[in-house]
C-alpha cells in the first residue's frame, strides 16, 4: 500500500501566501504523477496542479502565476506554493499520487486525507 500525508493548510488573509506538502510512503517502486486537487462545497474536485516524473507541470488557468507545484523525488514529496491567495480559493486540497507498489505489475491512484485551505477577505 501507499499512503499520502498531507500538511500545511490553515487559514490565510487575501494575498498571503500557503504551503503544502504531500509525503509519500509505504511500499514503493516508482511514483509517476503527483498533483494536488481541491474541492469546493457544493463544487466538484478540480485539478489545480500536476507534475510529472521528470518534472513538467500543468496548472489550472485560475492558478496560473500564483501556484508553483514541485517534488523531492529522493523523499517521495510533492509541494504546493501558494501565494496571492484568494477567498476563492477556499477548499480542502487533497494530494494525489499515481504509483506503482513493489513488486506490481500497474500504476494506481492514491489519494491524501485532504487539509482544509481558507483564504478570507
Known amino acids: 500500500q501507499v499512503q499520502l500525508v498531507e500538511s500545511g493548510g490553515g487559514l490565510v488573509q487575501a494575498g498571503g501566501s500557503l504551503r503544502l506538502s504531500c509525503a509519500a510512503s509505504?511500499?514503493?517502486?516508482?511514483?509517476?504523477?503527483m498533483g494536488w486537487y481541491r474541492q469546493a462545497p457544493g463544487k466538484q474536485r478540480e485539478l489545480v496542479a500536476v507534475i510529472h516524473t521528470h518534472g513538467g507541470t500543468n496548472y489550472a488557468d485560475s492558478v496560473k502565476g500564483r501556484f508553483t507545484i514541485s517534488r523531492d523525488n529522493a523523499k517521495n514529496t510533492v509541494y504546493l506554493q501558494m501565494n496571492s491567495l484568494k477567498p476563492e480559493d477556499t477548499a480542502v486540497y487533497y494530494c494525489h499520487a499515481a504509483a506503482v507498489e513493489v513488486g506490481g505489475n500497474y500504476e494506481y491512484d492514491y489519494w491524501g486525507q485532504g487539509t482544509q485551505v481558507t483564504g478570507s477577505s
Open positions: 509505504g511500499s514503493i517502486f516508482r511514483i509517476n504523477t
